[in-house]
């Protein structure tokens, strides 16, 4: 994935459309917001084989709905000069020492009630 190519042609059609004031980022996270509640309605009701094995049309409407969900978070790294890929990494390594292998693996519980249960 080039996320340089992809940021370049979000700015080019937001700059086209002149939309840059409306991209704010309580905007945007608000259109962020928005967007995954449209991909929560898709699975709300699916059981868990029925969310496996989505049919053509419902997998396509949710590329877009995941799509979307990039795009507006694309956007609000731009604006708030956030580099994706170091957050992730970096958010990954904090991820790793608060669930540990040893008392996470298998688990569900959240890291706080897992290391209340050791």
Same mark, same amino acid.
């Given at each position: 994935?080039?996320?340089?190519?992809?940021?370049?042609?979000?700015?080019? #059609?937001?700059?086209?459309?002149?939309? /840059? *004031?409306?991209?704010? $980022?309580?905007?945007?996270?608000?259109?962020?917001?928005? @967007? +995954?509640?449209?991909?929560?309605?898709? #699975?709300?009701?699916?059981?868990?084989? /029925? *969310?496996?094995?989505? $049919?053509?049309?419902?997998?396509?409407?949710?590329?877009? @709905? +995941?799509?979307?969900?990039?795009?507006?978070?694309?956007?609000?790294?731009?604006?708030?000069?956030?580099?994706?890929?170091?957050?992730?990494?970096?958010?990954?390594?904090?991820?790793?020492?608060?669930?540990?292998?040893?008392?996470?693996?298998?688990?569900?519980?959240?890291?706080?009630?897992?290391?209340?249960?050791?």
């Amino acid at each position: 994935m080039n996320i340089e190519k992809i940021k370049q042609r979000i700015q080019k #059609f937001s700059d086209d459309r002149n939309w /840059e *004031s409306f991209h704010n $980022p309580k905007n945007l996270v608000m259109a962020l917001n928005g @967007e +995954v509640g449209e991909l929560n309605e898709i #699975f709300q009701w699916l059981n868990f084989e /029925e *969310s496996m094995n989505l $049919p053509d049309d419902v997998k396509e409407h949710t590329k877009e @709905e +995941v799509a979307d969900i990039a795009i507006y978070l694309l956007r609000i790294c731009m604006k708030l000069d956030i580099n994706l890929e170091d957050a992730i990494m970096n958010k990954m390594t904090k991820n790793e020492k608060k669930y540990p292998v040893e008392t996470s693996q298998g688990g569900s519980k959240k890291y706080s009630k897992s290391r209340e249960n050791r």
